[in-house]
């Protein structure tokens, strides 16, 4: 780890304010983390070693599991590049000289995304095999048999076929949407384009995976005051991927026994909250599973 400086014009920068405030902080940490040269080993695990040791002691899962979306959103986003050289894995911050000027640079000890056998690595494809190895938070053994077992991502309906024709504009889904961008932008997150693959997702949410209206508004409502999903649920393509683990979420929450003889605090009327909801989130499972022991049959 090295002593790094942030340029006061860091905060206003057009490059920095669309992203999330918490990969800006990712961002700044990476700094410190990379070499003179703005190379770094791209190993999740190391990051969160050395950016997050507390998170990381408190809850390994959910630590690593903000890390590695937070890595994919920053490359996204152009402000880091992530490649291999002879089956490494190495990051690099765009830019490097723009954020910090080094008098005396240590000799580099990693080679950079310009060198001659370097290879640019697909972010999406990349970040999709990390995610899968990394357990939903929250969910542990109990997701595993439960909720998680049962919305496997496996069984969550498939995108529309290329030949379906375009729907017509739908009342609930507009509000739905409308519920996501608001809740986004709330947390100071800039809201996701509407574009045709969030109105599929938002509708294919409803009539495919049949989640009501009120369910699909909870679950928003709830993903946006989560310190860990708020920052990873910014659309609603998104949040259709991770309804399943969501739904988790909420159950371990709802069915985690609480001592009558204590306070009420707001932790425990939000698990007040969530049990409402339960029957019929899990009216959505036992659905669910019917339609795929018909299809199997």
């Known amino acids: 780890m090295r002593i790094r400086s942030v340029k006061p014009e860091f905060w206003r920068s057009p490059d920095v304010s669309e992203l999330c405030i918490e990969d800006r902080l990712l961002f700044i940490g990476l700094w410190s983390y990379v070499d003179d040269n703005g190379v770094g080993?791209?190993?999740?695990?190391t990051i969160c070693a050395d950016l997050f040791a507390d998170d990381l002691s408190r809850d390994p899962r959910e630590c690593l599991a903000r890390v590695s979306e937070g890595l994919r959103r920053l490359s996204e986003a152009g402000r880091i590049v992530r490649y291999s050289v002879e089956k490494r894995d190495y990051l690099a911050i765009d830019n490097w000289a723009k954020?910090?000027?080094?008098?005396?640079?240590?000799?580099?000890?990693?080679?950079?995304?310009?060198?001659?056998?370097?290879?640019?690595?697909?972010?999406?494809?990349?970040?999709?095999r990390e995610t899968r190895d990394i357990p939903a938070p929250g969910t542990g053994e109990q997701g595993n048999r439960g909720?998680?077992?049962?919305?496997?991502?496996?069984?969550?309906?498939?995108?529309?076929?290329?030949?379906?024709?375009?729907?017509?504009p739908r009342p609930d889904v507009d509000e739905l949407l409308d519920l996501l961008d608001a809740?986004?932008?709330?947390?100071?997150?800039r809201p996701p384009k509407r574009n045709k693959g969030n109105r599929d997702a938002m509708r294919l949410l409803l009539d495919r995976d049949n989640a009501t209206e009120e369910q699909a508004a909870y679950v928003i409502r709830w993903s946006q005051q989560d310190q860990f999903w708020k920052a990873n649920i910014l659309s609603a393509?998104?949040?259709?991927?991770?309804?399943?683990?969501?739904?988790?979420?909420?159950?371990?929450?709802?069915?985690?026994p609480t001592r009558r003889d204590q306070p009420r605090n707001s932790a425990d009327e939000r698990m007040e909250r969530n049990r409402a909801v339960i029957e019929n989130l899990r009216r959505i499972e036992e659905e669910q599973d019917r339609t795929i022991q018909g299809e199997l049959l």
Do not use: C, M, W
């Open 147 to 168: 909720t998680g077992e049962q919305f496997s991502s496996s069984q969550v309906a498939s995108d529309p076929r290329p030949d379906e024709p375009d729907p017509e």
């Open 237 to 256: 393509s998104k949040l259709r991927e991770k309804f399943p683990q969501l739904v988790a979420k909420i159950r371990s929450e709802a069915e985690r």
């Open 99 to 128: 954020h910090q000027r080094i008098d005396k640079p240590n000799k580099a000890r990693y080679p950079g995304p310009t060198s001659d056998n370097a290879q640019i690595r697909e972010t999406l494809a990349e970040s999709s």
């Open 183 to 189: 809740e986004i932008e709330a947390n100071g997150n």
């Open 41 to 45: 080993q791209d190993r999740v695990s």
